[in-house]
């Protein structure tokens, strides 16, 4: 069976300041893919990223970067200069390959809290 | 587009009672899921639809939920009767394709209190 956990449940930091969401992942497929998506306070929840498996190349886009390490099962997501608009819930999902492939099991989401 | 629509925003119901929410996909999406969050068990898939096509519902918790895709666009899903315990975010997420491999657009979610 395939399982998230967000171990953080809350982080609070200083603007500017830098900050790391773990997200560690279990699954018995070989083929997978992983996902982050941001729930702001207005509540909806919106896509950030994907990856696959077989792509372990670390991703970066704007202030956000992803590092992906198979070896240790994690997908941690890490703001840069982090801003008072970054604020908001942070959730890791899985989806594997096979016919399950359709659900996303999601992690219990990282409460990040960017102080003025 | 506008986005997945869903209504109402706010449902407070008393036990016992019926509640329907409902949800508009984007168009184009051939996949529609109904999602259920709370603080206890976090985000939880209740059932998916692929081309108006019940996949997998064994997410949903009891025979008092029933989820219904008439046409492409529009979904609903339904508690009869309702319980306390059922007082949750209802989110509604729509894509092009398998969750593996498109993203899902979420929309804003029917906050429903059960009292």
């Known amino acids: 069976a395939q399982k998230v956990t967000q171990a953080q449940t809350e982080i609070s930091v200083v603007e500017k300041e830098d900050v790391t969401l773990d997200c560690v992942y279990e699954?018995?497929?070989?083929?997978?893919?992983l996902f982050w998506y941001k729930q702001p306070p207005s509540g909806e929840l919106v896509f950030l990223i994907r990856?696959?498996?077989?792509?372990?190349q670390n991703e970066i886009s704007g202030r956000y970067s992803w590092n992906f390490q198979k070896s240790t099962s994690s997908f941690n997501f890490t703001i840069t200069a982090s801003q008072v608009v970054d604020s908001a819930v942070y959730f890791c999902?899985?989806?594997?390959?096979?016919?399950?492939?359709?659900?996303?099991?999601f992690g219990g989401g990282t409460r990040v809290l960017v102080k003025p | 587009d506008a986005g997945v629509i869903q209504s109402p925003r706010h449902e407070v119901t008393e036990m016992g009672q019926e509640v329907t929410l409902r949800c508009k996909p984007i168009?184009?999406?051939?996949?529609l899921f109904w999602y259920r969050q709370t603080m206890m068990r976090g985000l939880e898939l209740l059932i998916y639809?692929?081309?108006?096509?019940?996949?997998?519902d064994s997410g949903m918790p009891e025979d008092r939920f029933s989820a219904k895709m008439p046409n492409a666009s529009f979904s609903t899903l339904k508690i009869q009767p309702s319980e306390p315990r059922d007082s949750a975010v209802y989110f509604c997420?729509?894509?092009?394709?398998?969750?593996?491999?498109?993203?899902?657009?979420f929309g804003p979610g029917t906050r429903l209190t059960v009292t």
């Open positions: 997420a729509s894509s092009l394709g398998p969750a593996r491999d498109y993203e899902q657009y």
């Open positions: 699954t018995r497929d070989t083929t997978y893919y």
């Open positions: 990856r696959n498996s077989f792509d372990e």
């Open positions: 999902a899985l989806s594997e390959s096979k016919a399950a492939g359709n659900k996303l099991t």
């Open positions: 168009s184009g999406h051939d996949y």
């Open positions: 639809f692929n081309n108006n096509v019940p996949i997998d």
